[in-house]
């Protein structure tokens, strides 16, 4: 019975609808589990004893399994924490109920007074699977923490052809070897040192299966597991946390993801990639950014200059004093005032620098960091808003594009504008602490607010000073989103996330286009620069114990849609230099930074091996000389910033090949020596070549 319903589903002579509808007359049993297929040949089945999944490509052996359809995570009554698997042996019932493209299968655990639907669907190769907050429920004592959906779906075992694929940092590979048990939870979108996108992935030999978070992604990880169990197998799934004290009111979000089961040619990393950059076309309406760039002068010009930050003052870090005030405030540290802005952006026009987008640190009331959400008056010290006025004309005299820095996570007590009111609040009601820097002890502003009484201000100010181009908003892609719990304002993590894109959208807007520190890829819709992909400085990913391999899986989805700057390794590097040939390698775009290290102890600072800071002109001449090189590479490739990677494989030992949309590669040779193409071409030691089609 099970074989002649798959085949009449998988037919093309008749209807879903009376597939359906001689399926719903078929008992319901082991032996006979729901099916489903489309025009492309998926099948799959729902067992609907215990609810385990299979799915498959018509025209591919593999079978991809599931153990269980999920795992809860619980306080009991006492208000212990446990984790039960949904199964019949630990008491739950299910109940499968047949729908247009698919089926419903509805849990209940009446011991705990739990019961969730999971409702499965299929589309072309992909099939969805969800569970709506609505038919959560919860009629006991007991309380619901978190989700793990389809544990350890498609698992590989130890010495297995292939690998997982995590969307860590720009990306990592897990081969099926040599690894200790372990299961390992990355977060998404909690940093950008964690998982930026909320994408993930098997490869197993010849077929992949690509998983994307569509629904809950804001309260998800992903659990990573290595060697597990009697199998030693090896598997990536999603876990969402549906609350994060027995308190908490659940999650209020649908939880959904998306499993595209991939054709051959297209199952590997890439492959995911580009997934996932086409969803981000079709459902999330993101645009490639030559077409953003085609009604945005100002974006158009950074996507072809170099960005160079300059850090003018700063309060002394680490701070004695944490909570400032007017009479115990240090004094600014001035590293270079307007008038010395004017200095560096001269010996740029002299030797020849044509595109820059030169970014101003500090240039706010007491420094970077110094009093925020304050911005103005114009720090005096630094010579005041007539000097920044005109030092902001002259730059764009000479051609170059002069953009601001500012911050809006961030409130300290100094301030002017200081209220307990519009501070992100913890469960118990006190404000959320951040780091401590040139302002002192700083508190998390709940985004919303920032919003409200800040942004709208502020950018429309800061734009009549002159500034023009991308202005940069510190740290809103970086960390977060978070929760706020006071009850005037209270926000989820999604909530907070989409008051981050409307903070960055408003910014756009007044200048002409906005960037960011890092690559949280919920702000796509309304970024267009970030500063790092990669956090190497603090979690080193090849440290990971899940980690072998490195990949540009990031870059594959947003090449072509992004400016990105690769990490803060990358920082000031110079041609010849590994940061530097990693920076081509992955199609990123060079960061400078006068004054960057900033931080009282040297070996805290944390951009770049080293800082541009120079005494005199001549010094200040040697710098720009280096970073006319730089330049000149921008120029070189600023036109592949509007294509898409389509390829990146290795060719030889430190040699690495990139290829883009346009069909131009880059080779990139790490090695001492130069390193000879098949074709003849020689790849110059510690270099980089453009190749045509």
Not at 169 to 178: E, I, M, P, V
Not at 260 to 283: C, D, V
Not at 371 to 386: C, D, I, T
Request: net charge positive; proline share 5%; charged share 25%.
């Amino acid at each position: 019975m099970e074989s002649k319903l798959n085949r009449i589903v998988a037919g093309h002579n008749i209807g879903t609808a009376v597939a359906l509808a001689f399926a719903a007359a078929l008992p319901i049993g082991v032996a006979t589990p729901v099916s489903g297929a489309d025009g492309n040949g998926l099948k799959w089945t729902v067992d609907a004893e215990a609810g385990r999944l299979t799915v498959r490509r018509a025209e591919d052996k593999t079978e991809w399994r599931g153990e269980w359809p999920a795992v809860v995570g619980y306080w009991d009554a006492t208000g212990k924490e446990r984790s039960q698997a949904v199964t019949p042996s630990e008491g739950w019932k299910m109940e499968r109920k047949l729908t247009e493209h698919g089926c419903q299968l509805m849990c209940r655990q009446e011991t705990l007074g739990f019961s969730l639907a999971l409702d499965f669907t299929a589309s072309d190769d992909v099939l969805k699977v969800g569970a709506r907050a609505a038919d959560m429920a919860e009629s006991g004592a007991a309380r619901l923490k978190t989700l793990r959906l389809l544990r350890r779906f498609g698992a590989a075992c130890e010495s297995d052809e292939g690998h997982l694929v995590i969307a860590q940092q720009s990306g990592a590979l897990c081969h099926f070897r040599d690894k200790k048990p372990g299961e390992h939870f990355v977060s998404v979108y909690q940093s950008s040192c964690q998982c930026p996108m909320p994408l993930f992935g098997v490869v197993r030999g010849k077929s992949a299966v690509a998983g994307i978070i569509t629904g809950g992604q804001f309260d998800a990880r992903v659990c990573v597991s290595t060697c597990w169990g009697p199998q030693k197998q090896y598997a990536i799934d999603p876990v969402f946390t549906l609350r994060s004290f027995r308190e908490e009111t659940r999650l209020p979000d649908d939880i959904a993801v998306e499993y595209h089961f991939l054709p051959a040619s297209e199952a590997n990393w890439i492959g995911m990639g580009k997934r996932y950059r086409q969803l981000n076309f079709t459902q999330r309406g993101i645009r490639t950014l030559r077409e953003r760039a085609a009604a945005s002068p100002g974006l158009a010009y950074s996507a072809g200059a170099l960005e160079v930050r300059i850090r003018l003052g700063v309060k002394p870090v680490p701070c004695e004093v944490k909570e400032q005030t007017s009479e115990t405030e240090p004094p600014l540290r001035i590293f270079c005032d307007f008038n010395r802005v004017r200095d560096i952006l001269d010996e740029f026009h002299r030797q020849g620098i044509k595109n820059t987008e030169f970014c101003l640190v500090g240039w706010n009331r007491g420094g970077h960091d110094g009093r925020f959400p304050q911005l103005f008056p114009v720090e005096p010290k630094l010579g005041g808003e007539a000097a920044l006025r005109a030092t902001i004309k002259h730059g764009q005299s000479l051609g170059y594009q002069m953009v601001a820095h500012d911050c809006y996570t961030d409130a300290y007590r100094i301030s002017e504008d200081w209220s307990e009111e519009f501070l992100r609040k913890k469960p118990d009601g006190q404000p959320r602490k951040g780091g401590a820097w040139g302002g002192g002890q700083s508190y998390n502003v709940c985004l919303a607010r920032a919003y409200e009484l800040f942004a709208k201000r502020n950018f429309s100010r800061t734009r009549t000073l002159g500034f023009k181009g991308l202005h940069y908003s510190d740290v809103l892609s970086i960390i977060g989103p978070f929760p706020c719990y006071d009850t005037k304002h209270p926000q989820t993590r999604r909530q907070d996330a989409e008051a981050t894109v409307r903070i960055l959208a408003l910014a756009q807007k007044t200048f002409g286009g906005v960037q960011s520190e890092g690559s949280l890829d919920y702000t796509v819709p309304a970024l267009d620069r970030l500063l790092y992909v990669d956090c190497d400085k603090w979690l080193p990913l090849m440290k990971r114990p899940y980690v072998d391999t490195l990949a540009p899986l990031f870059e594959t989805v947003y090449h072509g849609t992004l400016l990105y700057s690769l990490s803060t390794d990358t920082v000031n590097s110079q041609p010849g230099e590994a940061a530097y040939l990693k920076t081509i390698e992955y199609g990123a775009a060079p960061l400078a930074y006068f004054y960057g290290h900033f931080m009282l102890d040297p070996t805290k600072n944390w951009l770049g091996k080293r800082d541009y800071r120079y005494d005199d002109a001549a010094s200040l001449k040697k710098i720009v000389a280096n970073l006319r090189r730089v330049s000149d590479d921008v120029e070189r490739l600023k036109h592949l910033q509007m294509e898409f990677i389509e390829g990146h494989r290795k060719i030889a030992d430190e040699v690495f090949e990139t290829t883009y949309s346009n069909g131009q590669r880059v080779v990139v040779n790490y090695r001492e020596q130069p390193h000879k193409l098949p074709s003849g071409a020689a790849v110059p030691a510690r270099g980089w070549l453009l190749l045509e089609h």
